[in-house]
């Protein structure tokens, strides 16, 4: 379990109970009770008014209705700048929900503290993805997520036209576009497509299991690259 949904665990369990030990807790979250003393002197400070002290009993104070995890100022904004750019660079379901996530955060802030990140000067202009393109990112976003096997007819740079069966393994943003990395089938090797040039993309009823050397790992290691790095 992330430290985070731990977080959100603890608050959600004193909330329920009239007196909760950091015993009980522990048990429930089957981390140590040193571990729960830490995470809440840390909700503590965040500003979340459980009420209580080790060895006695913790519970949250009256009125409490905000969620258990405070935003600060800062992250915000950030969400607010992110969102904007979801806006004109993810697929429609991506915009949405991170649309959806703002709204849940800029909920918990004051009024002042809601307006000052409205206003940050960060924005978008809306000359991003086409509707086309991102809707073609999403039928790839899903083909990964599903491990769903792609056809599409593609158009290289040279101008050749080839019609493709692949496996996709991720979505890359480069500033001004978006590449798709996949196990092509025709080449039987990974291969790079770039989504402006695909047309005719459909998913498959071809589901595909990955195996190691067809990785996104692998094919990334090949280029230096670290997947946990990105």
Same mark, same amino acid.
């Given at each position: ?100 996530? !703002?709204? /849940?955060? @800029? ?5 002042? =503290? ?9 924005? #978008? &202009? ?68 770039? !989504?402006? /040039?695909? @047309? ?5 009823? =071809? ?9 996104? #790992? &692998? ?12």
């Amino acid at each position: 379990m992330r430290r985070a949904d731990r977080l959100f665990q603890i608050v959600q369990l004193i909330r329920g109970r009239r007196l909760t030990t950091a015993k009980w807790l522990a048990q429930r979250l089957e981390v140590s009770e040193r571990t729960v003393y830490r995470d809440v002197a840390d909700l503590q400070y965040q500003g979340v008014p459980i009420e209580g002290e080790a060895g006695v009993g913790y519970r949250l104070g009256q009125g409490f209705d905000l969620p258990p995890l405070m935003f600060t100022l800062d992250e915000a904004r950030a969400l607010v700048a992110t969102t904007r750019m979801a806006q004109q660079w993810l697929d429609p379901a991506l915009a949405q929900a991170s649309e959806s996530a !703002l709204s /849940r955060v @800029m909920s918990v802030l004051s009024v002042a =503290q809601r307006h000052d990140a409205q206003s940050l000067a960060v924005y #978008a &202009t809306p000359f991003g993805l086409s509707q086309t393109i991102r809707l073609r990112l999403q039928l790839f976003r899903e083909a990964v997520q599903f491990k769903r096997r792609t056809i599409f007819n593609y158009t290289d740079s040279k101008h050749q036209k080839t019609k493709r069966c692949v496996s996709p393994l991720g979505c890359f943003f480069w500033g001004e576009g978006w590449t798709l990395v996949a196990w092509c089938e025709l080449r039987q090797d990974f291969r790079t497509f770039r !989504l402006d /040039r695909i @047309m005719d993309a459909a998913l498959t009823d =071809q589901t595909f299991e990955t195996e190691r050397h067809k990785s996104l #790992a &692998t094919y990334l290691r090949t280029h230096g690259v670290n997947l946990e790095t990105l």
